[in-house]
């Protein structure tokens, strides 16, 4: 009985020796996965770019020296120790603030993908960050375009020979009686008499005037007032035309965006600081309340601040930093 040689059932046996057809088949999936490699590569190369660095920076200034920094960081560090409230802010800006701000610009880079996308190549069940990502930027585009709507309504009234918030209206005087309140026009240089019923003819105008409020909504809240709707309608018509192109657009509005609000501020301090009373206001303003920094509400507060201006968690820094060149200088 002849017997078979061992090698027989070694990797020399003819059924582990490669046919003509896996050789075909294995060609075939090269060059599948060549061309899938290839188009990858060439949707990558297709994705829009900001013309230059300079519009990326300017691009991210703009995004972070806004209404944020302008009235809210103000409000928040008077009512959270003064001068006293920039330590908690600082320590929170450096370690937790910026080290988040560069890995969502580091992850944006690195992957050429807005925000979803992102989230979604790190696991597919994190896709759900991205979409909340982009709903919270919807509701603050919203309000944003609100409060930029009575921006634009006050830049009209202000072109007028009289501010119409420097005096007192005479069809204020009866709803004022009825409810006790004097108003102080805001003309007055401090010489007169002021009570606790007492308020200044600005922020009447603005309640009155401009929101229209009323005592109660029993009777329904009313039409919209025209001339803010008018004034919502341009806010929308200027945030379209700005990214309408994309980074192509709003690349080149970041020029104004980031270097206009440098100007108003400068603008504003050099009113203020020429006022009567300017450096005792300033120093009540900035004294420290070295006892609010063991409340925990402090510490919050700054946090809060923090992410609002660096605009961290929102995904924009994500987007922005996804259309740089994948060799850009970010670590500036």
């Given at each position: ?64 020296v ?34 988040i ?60 020979s ?34 606790g ?75 203020a ?32 601040q923090?992410?609002?201006?660096l ?22």
């Amino acid at each position: 009985m002849a017997t078979k040689k061992s090698n027989d059932f070694g990797l020399d046996n003819p059924a582990f020796q490669e046919t003509k057809d896996d050789v075909d088949l294995k060609k075939i999936d090269k060059q599948f996965s060549t061309k899938i490699e290839i188009e990858e590569g060439d949707q990558s190369q297709d994705r829009a770019q900001w013309g230059n660095g300079l519009e990326f920076l300017m691009s991210c200034i703009a995004m972070s020296v806004g209404l944020g920094n302008i009235w809210r960081f103000p409000f928040t560090a008077y009512e959270n120790g003064g001068g006293a409230f920039l330590i908690p802010y600082i320590i929170v800006l450096l370690l937790i603030g910026r080290p988040i701000y560069y890995m969502e610009m580091a992850l944006g880079q690195f992957s050429s993908r807005g925000n979803v996308k992102v989230f979604e190549a790190l696991a597919p069940a994190l896709k759900g960050i991205g979409y909340g990502q982009l709903i919270g930027t919807i509701c603050v585009a919203t309000y944003y375009c609100s409060l930029m709507a009575i921006t634009i309504f006050y830049l009209a009234n202000s072109f007028t020979s009289e501010l119409p918030w420097s005096t007192c209206k005479s069809e204020w005087a009866e709803d004022l009686e009825l409810n006790g309140i004097t108003c102080i026009p805001s003309v007055n240089k401090g010489n007169g008499t002021t009570h606790g019923n007492s308020k200044g003819s600005s922020e009447l105008w603005f309640t009155k005037e401009v929101l229209k409020e009323i005592p109660s909504i029993e009777d329904g809240i009313g039409l919209p007032e025209w001339r803010l709707t008018l004034c919502l309608l341009a806010a929308w018509i200027i945030t379209f035309v700005v990214s309408r192109r994309g980074v192509q657009s709003s690349g080149k509005a970041a020029y104004f965006l980031a270097l206009f609000p440098y100007v108003v501020m400068i603008a504003l301090l050099i009113r203020a600081a020429t006022l009567d009373g300017a450096a005792e206001g300033i120093l009540f303003f900035y004294r420290p309340e070295w006892s609010k920094l063991l409340s925990a509400d402090v510490w919050y507060a700054a946090v809060t601040q923090c992410f609002f201006s660096l605009n961290v968690g929102f995904g924009s820094i994500t987007m922005y930093s996804s259309y740089n060149n994948f060799e850009h200088n970010i670590n500036r």
